[in-house]
C-alpha cells in the first residue's frame, strides 16, 4: 500500500480507508479457500506460498488501520463520532486476523482434515467467506449512500442479510462438529483438539464480519 495513498483517501473522505480496509479484508478471508484446497491435496509447498499471501495481505490491512488511527483528525466534521468509526475500524480488523491465524495453524500443523467431514468443512468455510464479503457491500454501500434517509433502507437489509448469513454459519458450524464428534475416537486426540479450533475460528469470521455490519447499524442510527 503505498504511502501516497492515505493522503487522496483523507483528503475525500475517512470513510475511503476504511473501504479499502474491508476490502483487504475480505480478499484476505477469501484466500482461504484456495489455501484449504492446497493442505486438502497435502500439497504444502503451494500451501506455504498462499500462507505468505495471507500474512502479507493481514500485514497491508494492518498498515491501513495504523494510518487510519494516525490520521483521523480529532476534530472533523463527520456525521459520526471518531470512537464510533474506530470501533468499527476494530471489528473490521479482526477478520484478516483470524484468516492469518487459520492459515499459520493448518499450515503450521500440516493438518489434514479427515474425509468424511471435508465436504461440510469446505462449506462451511465458504459460508463464512459469503459473510466477510458482505460486510465488504455494507460498508461499499455506506461510502456511496453516505447517511441519505432515502438508502437507510437499502443499508438495513444489508445488514439483515449478513445477520442470516451468520446464523446459517453457526449451523454450518454445529454440522462440522458433529460430524468431528462422531470420529473423533479414530484420530489422534492432539490433531482433534487442533481441529476443533480451526472450525472454532472459521465461524469467528462470520462472527467478526457480522459486528460490522452491527457497528454499521450504529452508525447510521444516529
Known amino acids: 500500500m503505498p504511502d501516497s495513498i492515505f493522503p487522496k483517501l483523507f483528503g475525500r473522505s475517512p470513510f475511503y480507508p476504511m473501504q479499502e480496509h474491508m476490502k483487504i479484508a475480505a480478499t484476505c478471508s477469501s484466500e482461504l479457500m484456495g489455501f484449504v484446497h492446497r493442505v486438502l491435496e497435502e500439497d504444502w509447498d503451494s500451501a506455504s506460498k498462499a500462507v505468505q499471501e495471507i500474512h502479507e ?87 456511496e449512500t453516505g447517511f441519505s434517509v432515502h438508502e437507510i433502507g437499502t443499508m438495513t437489509d444489508l445488514i439483515e442479510r449478513l445477520s442470516d448469513a451468520e446464523t446459517d454459519v453457526d449451523r454450518k458450524e454445529v454440522r462440522v462438529r458433529n460430524q468431528l464428534f462422531e470420529i473423533e475416537k479414530t484420530l489422534d486426540p492432539v490433531d482433534v483438539m487442533f481441529l476443533y479450533q480451526t472450525i472454532e475460528w472459521i465461524g469467528d469470521i462470520a462472527n467478526h464480519s457480522q459486528t460490522v455490519g452491527s457497528r454499521i447499524l450504529t452508525l447510521i442510527a444516529r
Do not use: W
Open 57 to 143: 495481505l493481514e500485514e497491508s490491512a494492518d498498515a491501513i488501520k495504523r494510518e487510519i488511527r494516525l490520521n483521523l483528525p480529532r476534530g472533523f466534521l463527520m456525521p459520526v463520532s471518531r470512537a464510533d468509526l474506530l470501533e468499527l475500524l476494530h471489528a473490521q480488523e479482526r477478520v484478516p486476523n483470524v484468516a492469518r491465524d487459520i492459515s499459520g495453524l493448518m499450515y503450521g500443523r500440516r493438518m489434514v482434515i479427515p474425509g468424511p467431514m471435508r465436504d461440510v468443512f469446505l462449506l462451511l468455510l465458504e459460508r463464512s467467506i459469503g459473510t466477510a464479503n458482505l460486510a465488504l457491500q455494507c460498508i461499499n454501500a455506506l461510502v
